[in-house]
Structures are given as structure tokens and as C-alpha cells.
DNA sequence: AGCCTATGCGACGATTGTGTAACAGTCGAA
DNA sequence: TTCGACTGTTACACAATCGTCGCATAGGCT
């Protein structure tokens, strides 16, 4: 994932009406989505886009969904990937080929959208081993992803969402200092139109929340290039 | 149980992206992990380290998963140690013959990595039910699985199944977050599709439950999260 | 000093997330 | 069968939170 916002989905499939359909509803379930129609386009999107998750067709015109497969899975920073393969009924016969190929799931036409949806979610969490267990601190600063709790001076502090995503953002590199692009591509997620101003509010509102008990702002703005921490 | 506390598992998984990904939750969980990618080490290993528990993927080079486990099975000083084999779709007509063979439990992939913790903390709660670790305990609230029966202040509460099954999995780890997604997942199971609100529902009616004989409130709500207990 | 830009902050509607009641469908027991 | 318990979905209300604006203030130049 992006850190923030929506699961980047790169979407290969030749026959256009499927590929149209199949992005409209990624996107209303909340996915950016990439397309593509071939299998050498998508290796370069692959590179470009970076995706947190491939939905490949089986049968493409020059290079085939299982070469694709069989190519990402072959390069280490690409393998981790996860990848659903789409096959005709017809095809059924290459399953195991499929699976063995490296995809990790395997969904066959017809299939039901909500389906796909669900195993692509699925495969999302499976890969993206969550920050769990990692308590970050800083100062008399603790913040525990797990239970979502932030502690200052072991007293629990209350901050909505979106300051709770500033401040992971901020203290897994400490002293780094973010620009406000940055930070909105980190917390609010890739492409999304926010005005920059936006972060200063909620930096503000950050120190706000982080001080409700009293203490010393730990934020520390860095004129002309954004925000940071100590 | 290993001497400190931390339950010992073997994990034996080929592909390494996979065991590597899976190794690191099971360590964040509180686990301490010993991995093998082949049947034949893990035989050596089962020996040398005696797990607690063995996660054992089915499809392996030279000796597979399911002769591991037929072999374990067999010897009468490790056929106690639970296992649990993940199993890709495609080799799903095999489960029979996987659980015939003696496995104790059977993940299908994409599995939930949540999941897979959640059975491994419950094989692990069968053989050893002198251990704490039957009778879930938070504040006031007691929850005994063998007799189906939750207590709130000695007194005896009814639930539907739903809200018991929600209950044992938030009881399973206080204070963490769920989200929506991952309930679903616990909950339910994982490929049933069902909207994400319908959590929501069932926490009330959970809620409702808890509290129909006086008491507070001991479900949290995260906003923009998920659900935790205390 | 004066000027210009970047930042802090309060206030405002707009948006989003959540709690809950109501409803219809399913299932099993009597 | 009928009944009752339970389910998943929907609609609505309310509250939390959001993004933007306006203006005050602070910092860095010449």
C-alpha cells in the first residue's frame, strides 16, 4: 500500500469491455487502479506504479499472464507481489500450472466481482504484515499500533485518525524532517488532491492533541522545507 | 510450552517469501519460530528443537508436507504436537486426505495470517488445557469455551453464536484493534462475503448482551480501526 | 527599519463514520 | 406446519472529523 490511502491494483486484461467493468468497480471499492492490456506493458507498469497487487488475465496476446507471473515471480523485488490469475473456464485444465507458476490465487470465469474483490482484499492483508507489535517511542512519547493507543507521560492521549497516521508517519524516523508533500503522500495517500495547507492544520492540531496534558511540543517545523520530529 | 513462556513452532514452507512474511508474525505474536524449507530438515528439527506446534506447507520438494505428517503421526512421541497444513485452492480435494492423515488443521491459502495465529493459539489451547489459556478472562468478563458460557459478575449472560465467536476473538487479545475486514475474516471465515456494516450490528449486539445486566461498556470503538476490548 | 513569505490558529460548513431500529429471510425445534 | 431465535441488510440520525478559508503572527531577507 501506498502508506496511507488506497491499494494500488494493476489490472492486465486484453478484452477491453471485461477490462472497463473490472476497473470500474476496483475503483468503487476504493483500489487505484492501473490498467493494461498486454503483458510487456504491464511488466513496465509493474516498475512504474509499483502495485500492491497484479489481477492477470491467463491468455494476453504476446506475452501470456503466465509468463508475466512466472517472470515477476522470478525477480526478488517484484515476487513479493501478490498475484490473481483470471482463466476461462476452458482453461481450467492449467490450474495447477497456475499455482505453481507462483500465482497466489487463482479465479475462474465467470466469476462473481464481489469475489474477486474479496480475494484481492484478502491477499492484500495476507502480504502486508502490519506494524504489528512494534511499539515506537520517542521521548515520553509511546504509540502502540496494535491497540491504537498513544501514551505521553503514561497518559493516554485522544487523537482522531488522521493525526493518529501523522504521528506513525513521523516517529518511524524520528528527526527526519517530512516536507508536506511527503506527508501527504504518506498519510493521506498517493493521489489525492489536498490543499498542502491541509497538513499545517493537522500538524497543528497534532500538537494540540499531543500537549493536552501538558508537556513541550515535540514537533518541530523546519521552515521552507516541512515538519518533523525533535 | 518452551521454558520462557513463548510457545516453540516449527515452520516448514518452501517458497521463502511466504515463510519469511509469516515468520515475522508469528515472532511478533509472541511466538518463537524455528523455520525449515523441506521435509527432510523438519524431521531433523522436530527432534532438535521440539516445537509445541508445526505449521507445514502440503506441497514441498522431496519429502511433502502430507509425508511429514503421516510420518510424525506415526511415532508415538510426536504425535502429540499439534499441526496445522496450509494447502493452496487448488489442492483442496485433498483436504480429507489431509486431516485423515492426521493433520490437526487445515488452512487453505490466501489464508489470513490473523487466522492461521488465531488456530494456532487454539491447537495450542487444546494440548495443553492445564495451561491458563481455557478459561478467557478480561476484567469482569469470563468466558469458558468448553462450556459455551460467558459470566459478566457471576452472572450467566446469553448470546447468539455470533456474538460468542465475536467475543472469543476479541477476549483472544485485549486491547487489540480489529478492523471491520479482519473481524470478517475471524468471524465468519474468509470467503463468505458479507458487507462490512454488518460488524457493526453485531458489536451492538454484543454490546447489548454485555451489558443487559448492568456494567459498562467494555467493547472500544476506534474510529476510522476497528473494534478492541478495553 | 520595511517588506514578503511561511506558518499558526480559530471558525465554518461539508463530509464521513458509527449506533441503532426496523425489516425480511433462514433455519431448526416443537 | 407454526413458532421463535438468529441472521444480513438497509435507512436514518447524530456526532466526530475533515478540508478550507481568513487573518494574525513569526521568520528571514535587503
Known amino acids: 500500500m501506498g502508506k496511507g490511502g488506497q491499494p494500488r491494483v494493476l489490472l492486465v486484461e486484453d478484452e477491453p469491455a471485461q477490462r472497463t467493468v473490472l476497473a470500474y468497480n476496483l475503483e468503487a471499492e476504493g483500489f487505484a487502479v492501473t490498467q493494461a492490456d498486454n503483458g510487456e506493458d504491464a511488466m513496465v507498469l509493474v516498475d512504474e506504479e509499483e502495485p500492491d497487487i497484479i489481477i492477470l488475465d491467463w491468455m494476453m496476446p504476446k506475452v501470456s499472464g503466465i509468463e508475466v507471473c ?66 515506537l517511542e520517542h521521548e515520553d512519547i509511546r504509540l502502540d499500533p496494535e491497540s491504537h493507543r498513544v501514551y505521553r507521560a503514561d497518559k493516554v492521549l485522544k487523537l482522531g485518525p488522521t493525526e493518529f497516521k501523522l504521528l506513525v508517519t513521523l516517529m518511524e524516523r524520528p528527526g527526519r524532517v517530512f516536507s508536506r508533500e511527503q506527508l501527504l503522500d504518506l498519510v493521506w495517500g498517493r493521489d489525492i488532491y489536498v490543499d498542502t495547507r491541509t497538513v499545517d492544520v493537522h500538524v497543528g492540531r497534532l500538537r494540540k492533541s499531543l500537549m493536552q496534558h501538558g508537556g513541550s511540543d515535540p514537533v518541530r517545523t523546519v521552515r521552507g522545507a516541512g515538519y518533523s520530529l525533535g
Do not use: F
Not at 82 to 108: C, F, K, N, Q
Not at 122 to 132: D, I, K
Open 70 to 135: 512466472r517472470r515477476l515471480k522470478m525477480r526478488p523485488d517484484t515476487r513479493g507481489i501478490p498475484i490473481i490469475m483470471l482463466s476461462a473456464r476452458a482453461e481450467e485444465v492449467d490450474r495447477i500450472r497456475g499455482l505453481e507458476t507462483g500465482a497466489d490465487d487463482y479465479v475462474v470465469k465467470p466469476y462473481s466481482v464481489l469475489e474477486l474483490m474479496a480475494r484481492a482484499r484478502a491477499q492484500l492483508r495476507r502480504v502486508r504484515p502490519s506494524t504489528a507489535g512494534v511499539v
